[in-house]
Nanobody, 126 residues
Framework: QVQLVESGGGLVQAGGSLRLSCTAS????????MGWFRQAPGKEREFVAG????????AYADSVKGRFSIARDNAKSTVYLQMSSLKPEDTGVYYCAADSLPGVVPAKDSRGYDHWGQGIQVTVSS
C-alpha cells in the first residue's frame, strides 16, 4: 500500500515562500504521476500542480502559474511544490496524491489519483 506523507507547511506572510515535500513509501514511486491539490475552508478540493512519472511533463492551475513549481526526485521518492509570491487566497490544506496508472501528462482531475496523503496546512497572512 502506498503511503504519502507531506511536510513543509506552515504560516507565512503574503509575498513569502514555502516548499512542500511529499515522500512516498510502499510502492514504486518512479512509476507514479504525482499531483498537489488544495482545499480551502468551505470550498471544493482543487488541482494545483502535477508532474509525470518521468518529470518531463508538468501541469499547473492557472491561479498558480508562474508562482509555483513542481519537481520530483525519484531517488528519494519525493515530490516537491515550491510556492513563491504567496497570496492569502493560497491558504488551505494541501494534499499530495499519486496516480498509479498515469497517462502521458499528469491528470488535473482528482479522480485520476488513487493514493492520497493526509494533508498539510498552509496559511498565508495578509
Amino acid at each position: 500500500q502506498v503511503q504519502l506523507v507531506e511536510s513543509g507547511g506552515g504560516l507565512v506572510q503574503a509575498g513569502g515562500s514555502l516548499r512542500l515535500s511529499c515522500t512516498a513509501s510502499g510502492g514504486t514511486f518512479s512509476h507514479y504521476a504525482m499531483g498537489w491539490f488544495r482545499q480551502a475552508p468551505g470550498k471544493e478540493r482543487e488541482f494545483v500542480a502535477g508532474i509525470s512519472w518521468s518529470g518531463s511533463s508538468t501541469a499547473y492551475a492557472d491561479s498558480v502559474k508562474g508562482r509555483f513549481s513542481i519537481a520530483r526526485d525519484n531517488a528519494k521518492s519525493t515530490v516537491y511544490l515550491q510556492m513563491s509570491s504567496l497570496k492569502p487566497e493560497d491558504t488551505g490544506v494541501y494534499y499530495c496524491a499519486a496516480d498509479s496508472l498515469p497517462g502521458v501528462v499528469p491528470a488535473k482531475d482528482s479522480r485520476g489519483y488513487d493514493h492520497w496523503g493526509q494533508g498539510i496546512q498552509v496559511t498565508v497572512s495578509s
